[in-house]
């Protein structure tokens, strides 16, 4: 049962234009900070919300991208749906993680993907890469995204809810096509029902992110390739690969859909191929110095 408090604090976030997801994860971090006092939340005095800060941090020890996700829900409920601004949420700052996120090389990727026993998982997993798509962005694709014409795949309300479009590789658009006729669905690319040759499906969703993550980490174990890699993997995969075929990185940035270009600028320090350009161009320039 939902409380009128749980309510008022999903339609406030309805109304600020979060995702479902992250809806999800800011009632859930409510609702844990409610458990661990055993009251409703509103009745929660801030130095109570100061000492769960300090049990995360200093007893928990959680992530500094779990405690930010915490932060973020219980801020968000206590400033907007109960309107107290208290100092506390000034204070609590997650330390910044520098981490470089885990690359596979096309081979990898390839070895993964023939690894990969499910056709529609497998047909999803490969558009994912091919296009550098999110996890959600490929499971919901649907039939209209594909343009033809112009080589394009259409993402619609990626995160932040916005709109971009991707290049179509030629050997994709015929994969796609091919399975497509395996289901015929007019609405989603990749339905979640039970498919049935040679007639339409009209699946009432589309394939879910679960199902495609239990088919990668399946795969990864079968390929026998040593990487924490992910679904998401695959994208950082795209975007590396890119960069060490000569694309730009202003580029790179749109077909990702990232709004800074210092958030793409991270896939610089990722290829061994991007730094001994730079090191030849280096030479290059000291070089002529004295030419």
Same mark, same amino acid.
């Given at each position: 049962?939902?409380?009128?408090?749980?309510?008022?604090?999903?339609?406030?976030?309805?109304?600020?234009?979060?995702?479902?997801?992250?809806?999800?994860?800011?009632?859930?971090?409510?609702?844990?900070?409610?458990?661990?006092?055993?009251?409703?939340?509103?009745?929660?005095?801030?130095?109570?919300?100061?000492?769960?800060?300090?049990?995360?941090?200093?007893?928990?020890?959680?992530?500094?991208?779990?405690?930010?996700?915490?932060?973020?829900?219980?801020?968000?409920?206590?400033?907007?749906? +109960?309107?107290?601004?208290?100092?506390?949420?000034?204070?609590?700052?997650?330390?910044?993680?520098?981490?470089?996120?885990?690359?596979?090389?096309?081979?990898?990727?390839?070895?993964?993907?023939?690894?990969? &026993?499910?056709?529609? =998982?497998?047909?999803?997993?490969?558009?994912?890469?091919?296009?550098? +798509?999110?996890?959600?962005?490929?499971?919901?694709?649907?039939?209209?995204?594909?343009?033809?014409?112009?080589?394009?795949?259409?993402?619609?309300?990626?995160?932040?809810?916005?709109?971009?479009?991707?290049?179509?590789?030629?050997?994709?658009?015929?994969?796609?096509?091919?399975?497509?006729?395996?289901?015929?669905?007019?609405?989603?690319?990749?339905?979640?029902?039970?498919?049935?040759?040679?007639?339409?499906?009209?699946?009432?969703?589309?394939?879910?992110?679960?199902?495609?993550?239990?088919?990668?980490?399946?795969?990864?174990?079968?390929?026998?390739?040593?990487?924490?890699?992910?679904? &998401?993997?695959?994208? &950082?995969?795209?975007?590396?690969?890119?960069?060490?075929?000569?694309?730009? +990185?202003?580029?790179?940035?749109?077909?990702?859909?990232?709004?800074?270009? =210092?958030?793409?600028?991270?896939?610089?320090?990722?290829?061994?191929?991007?730094?001994?350009?730079?090191?030849?161009?280096?030479?290059?320039?000291?070089?002529?110095?004295?030419?």
């Amino acid at each position: 049962m939902v409380t009128p408090l749980r309510q008022k604090l999903i339609e406030d976030l309805q109304l600020r234009g979060f995702s479902n997801g992250t809806q999800k994860l800011y009632v859930s971090a409510v609702r844990k900070l409610a458990e661990y006092y055993r009251k409703p939340p509103d009745q929660i005095s801030e130095d109570e919300l100061r000492a769960y800060f300090l049990y995360l941090k200093n007893i928990k020890k959680v992530s500094p991208s779990t405690l930010a996700i915490e932060l973020s829900g219980i801020k968000f409920f206590f400033q907007y749906t +109960l309107q107290r601004q208290w100092v506390t949420f000034e204070l609590v700052r997650p330390t910044r993680e520098k981490k470089l996120p885990v690359v596979l090389s096309v081979d990898e990727v390839r070895s993964i993907l023939a690894c990969i &026993h499910s056709v529609r =998982s497998k047909v999803c997993l490969s558009t994912i890469y091919a296009c550098g +798509l999110r996890l959600q962005e490929g499971a919901h694709l649907q039939v209209g995204d594909i343009d033809s014409q112009r080589m394009l795949v259409h993402i619609h309300r990626g995160k932040g809810s916005k709109d971009r479009c991707v290049p179509l590789p030629e050997n994709l658009l015929s994969l796609l096509r091919r399975y497509w006729n395996t289901h015929r669905d007019p609405l989603w690319l990749f339905p979640s029902s039970n498919l049935v040759a040679g007639s339409p499906v009209n699946a009432m969703s589309p394939i879910t992110g679960r199902s495609l993550e239990r088919a990668f980490v399946g795969a990864l174990n079968e390929s026998g390739i040593q990487k924490p890699a992910t679904v &998401h993997t695959l994208r &950082h995969s795209y975007a590396t690969h890119l960069l060490e075929a000569g694309i730009n +990185l202003r580029v790179i940035q749109v077909y990702l859909g990232h709004t800074s270009l =210092s958030t793409t600028s991270i896939y610089t320090h990722l290829t061994p191929q991007v730094e001994e350009s730079a090191v030849q161009a280096i030479n290059s320039v000291v070089t002529s110095l004295w030419s």
